[in-house]
């Protein structure tokens, strides 16, 4: 099916299941711990062996010799596999840094070896017997040091990330009032509490993975490359993966290190990841260094706004992308984004929870923020004044829908803005200084497309398989809705299958794609099948209405049973017209803090977020979303930081508990509100994904809040209290 024109009347108009809130059907498994993730599938594969990865204790160099001896002789060692005694593989999609195989090293904690034993612990044990010798080098491991000889990085078609319209120097130059503010955000990684899992085993030239990985279809051709096997040879399989947040998007070592362990010893081998090789052997989110310059009227009007990115990566390779929602927010007819990339030979980065505007937001909404105060303007008529009629970026673009204004005001009513002190570090509560913020969020609504096959049982129940992947998003239960509104069947009579490679192709869980894409995907194979039970009975199936069992026509009524066993597939691909439009998701994030006035200690009070997302398909797992994003951009505000030791190329605190993230107590009341919008323009079901949105803006409402609550702007995320503490306000003045 293509998707080739905006959405007209149709069944999910009048859903009776589609929409409505409803519990997880996986959420039993999760609950009573029988989920069954990676590397607890004891059963898929006889005979299971352990596999320990080594990871490169230098982060440039080479490995100029490795003993084994002492580690092939140790108790219980069945086989090794190491780097120098194996050529380098191929790489794959998105992978920057070599994963396995000879003597050169790009990073600290690079695959160098992998023992496999009968045992973890004899395995562990064996490991710490290798006896390697290197040859280091001298590297580049401080992004401010590297940013001046940054490049600019490649955006689409290879060409130079740097984008112009007008003249933004004159424009700014002449500027009533201008902001100029440099905001700088530190490395993260994605801290999912699985780390990467994976059991393999061949039967021949046949290779099994079960692994915990968000994309299944390209984890299947990227092992095919990497191992330089025919992907019709290769099996992924992942139903549970437990986090990934863009950390499982593709291929890393350990699935590699299963596969040669396995290949090895002659027989099915697991291997996990050891917490400091999550965060210094996959991949991690690239800090940045912002550059933010805006030139407004003095009624508020923007008329000049630049916005430029420096971040680093392995061999200059792609960066952070930190300019990507500010074309899209705000009007102002003259405007600069560029995109700089510095090497580094620090591990990888690569895509985590909303690449780009996640950290974006941080400097573009503290940078809009503190434009309001140079203006003696109120933060949210500032950005309701600069609410743009097309695309600002890409004027000749329009909106699909977009509704941002609504949620700003809706927000405010909802929050109580109007009681927010306009000058800061004027609100106290006790021995609080109490503070409000606000940050409006942009995402955009990408569509892949999107595969599934959709069977009719003979006892009426209908089973939907396809690739997709459920990283704690809710796949299962809202793929079951489409299938049970589209073939009129209680939710109930619905089972979901997913992330088998066996399964027809899907768009996979990324990019906030997956929702919208793998739900219009089932609804492709489930018209299908209602066109082919139409043909077996001697109806129209698009003109039938399906519900309660049964199919209505104009004359009689049949029972879905009479069709018998059936199965049709099918896939959702959208057609050339979406590129006229700009579909994205929006969000008005509102935050309250409160600072003590003795120690400094922040505090969140509460948080809102009101989204503009289209149809919402489920509005309790996507109100999670929403806030398990604005948890991580708390995280990211206020206390996420990998340390870069910037003598030896390396995370420092590469565990969780070194890597701090929020906890329970500090989040305490969150509110999400969905507006009833539609976007014909998006998928057939009017829908757009809200995975990534609820990241994008929250850290910035809580730093423009911190500033509301003390009158202290800090710049440098996270907002660590050594970089506010000295500069609150004297005690004998409050």
Sequence with gaps: MEFNAPAGTNLFDKSRIVGKPTPRIDGPLKTTGTAPYAYERHDVAPNQAYGYVVGAAISKGRIVSMDLSEARSAPGVIAIVAAPETQPLGKARSNIAPLFGGDEIAHYHQAIACVVAETFEQARSAAGLIRTVYGREEGAFDLAAAAPAAGLAKGRGGKPDRKLRGDFEAAFAVAPVKLDAQYTTPDETHAMMEPHATI??????????????????????????ILDMKPENVRIDSPFIGGGFGGKLFIRSDAVMAALGAKAAGRPVKVTLQRPLVVNNTTHRHATIQRLRIGAERDGRITAIAHENWSGNLYGSEGEDGTLQTPKLYSGENRLTANYVAALDLPEGNAMRAPGEAVGHLALEAAMDELAELL????????????????????????????????????????????????????RDGRWLVGMGVAAGYRGGPVQKSGARVRLETDGRITVETDMTDIGTGSYTIIAQTAAETMGVPLEQVTVKLGDSRFPASAGSGGQWGAASSTAGTYAACVSLRRAIGEKLGFNGDTATFADSRIHLSN?????????????????????????????????????????????????????????????????????????????????????????????????????????????????HQEVVFLETEDPIASPLKAKGVGELGICGPGAALANALYNATGVRVRDYPITLDKYLDELPDLATI
């Design 200 to 225: 393999a085993a061949w039967h021949g030239d046949q290779l099994t993975l079960w692994t915990s990985n968000q994309m299944i279809d390209w984890a299947k051709s990227s092992m095919a490359q």
């Design 556 to 668: 009689r009524t049949i029972p879905l049973t009479d069709a018998g066993s059936m199965a049709a597939e099918d896939q959702i691909t959208f057609g050339e017209f979406k590129r006229e439009y700009d579909v994205g998701t929006y969000a008005a994030h509102f935050c309250e803090v409160g600072v003590d006035v003795f120690t400094g200690e922040t505090r969140i009070r509460r948080m809102l977020a009101v989204c503009d997302a289209g149809r919402i398909l489920n509005p309790l797992s996507a109100r999670s979303q929403v806030i398990g994003g604005m948890v991580m951009a708390t995280g990211a505000a206020l206390m996420e930081e990998l340390a870069v030791d910037k003598r030896f190329g390396f995370f420092v605190n590469h565990d969780l508990a070194g890597y701090e993230v929020p906890v329970h107590a500090d989040i305490p």
């Design 376 to 427: 003696d303007m109120d933060p949210v008529e500032l950005r309701i004044r600069n609410e743009p009629q097309s695309v600002p970026g890409t004027p000749d673009k329009k909106f699909s829908d977009r509704n941002l204004v609504r949620c700003l005001r809706d927000g405010a009513e909802r929050f109580g803005w109007s009681r927010r002190a306009t000058k800061p570090g004027q609100v």
